[in-house]
């Protein structure tokens, strides 16, 4: 069998028309779509043709293909991504594609996040924002070990960078594994400096490795091709085993990583979702331990909160979630942030006499 050609080679430029950008005017475009439905039917006549459901991150759209269905139907497979040339017009006041050529195009992860879902945040910046927060982690085996998991140069790294962290729910879409555990990690980092001064004595560099790493097995977990699907391991396992394979091996080529660190650390990782009936192996059992769970159970709580929110009118409510169990209220539209004035001391003078004299 041939090799497939690439997207741009198919279009024969860097960028082709995204579904939102089509519009009902009969013009020809050339463009590359993944396919997320296929039908083939019959016309009155007993003529076979195909319809598509076609899209990309942008939104989706029908298609049909008139001519050589029954050639382009055994071609053409679910989640394939095609190259198409096709004419935009409208049926039933809905945009529609007739397609004359279509063939399956390959893709490769550089240019997943045209077809798929991504995170609203840069995925450079946040790549940015990991390597720093990896730097200041001072224990050096830990450190190591970061860089050996989530390092840039590293497959492992590559995948963690670009992964989902859900199939569905919170940070379901490119990058989405990234941002979770890197807005884990910084509350987390937050939560331990404010606990370190109410008295409590916090390992801050094996919170925030933990943080950085609690979700690493869904790497192996999830598989990011074209759509989210769970692999046979991630069905039979679950990512916190995963998760746990795969640091401990990793942690095993590290010269000293004290046995106690890395079983304070696999702890951390093995009750992150914090109870039995969320899956979780064990509960936590460390003040390190109960921070993540509280951190990672937020973040994954307010992912798809934020996004509710911010699709409603100020004073609306929201749907039923089934995720959060409730459904969300947008408050009135706050009153810009005023200037804050600067009391005179006199006044502050004046208040503290009244106190003592009180």
Known sequence: MAPRTDPRAFCGAATWPLVADLRDDGREVVACYLVLDKQKRDTKAGKPFLTLTLGDRTGTIEAKVWDDAERLDAAVALEDVVGIRARVGSYNDKLQLTITVMQPVEVGDDDLEVFLPSSP????????????????????????????????????????????AAKRNHHAYLGGLLEHSLSVA???????????????????????????????????ELAARRSFVYTDEGQLLGHILIGLQMVTREAEQIPGLRPD???????????????????????PMTLEALILHMADDLDAKMNPGMRTVLGLQPGAWSGFDRHLDRALYRPPQLPPDAPVEAVPAQEVVEVLIDMFRG
């Open 261 to 283: 660190r890395l079983l304070h650390l696999q702890h951390l990782i093995a009750s992150h979702q914090g109870r039995l009936e969320w899956a979780s192996p064990k509960v």
């Open 186 to 220: 910084k509350a987390a980092d937050r939560l331990c400096a404010h606990y370190r001064e109410q008295g409590a004595e916090l390992d801050r560099d094996l919170l925030v490795a933990a943080a950085l790493l609690h979700d690493i097995g869904k790497v192996r």
């Open 121 to 164: 945040r840069d995925r450079g910046q946040m790549c940015r924002e990991l390597d720093a927060l990896v730097a200041t982690v001072t224990d050096l085996p830990l450190r190591t070990l970061l860089i050996r998991c989530v390092g840039k140069s590293t497959q492992m790294g590559k995948q963690f960078r670009l992964h989902p």
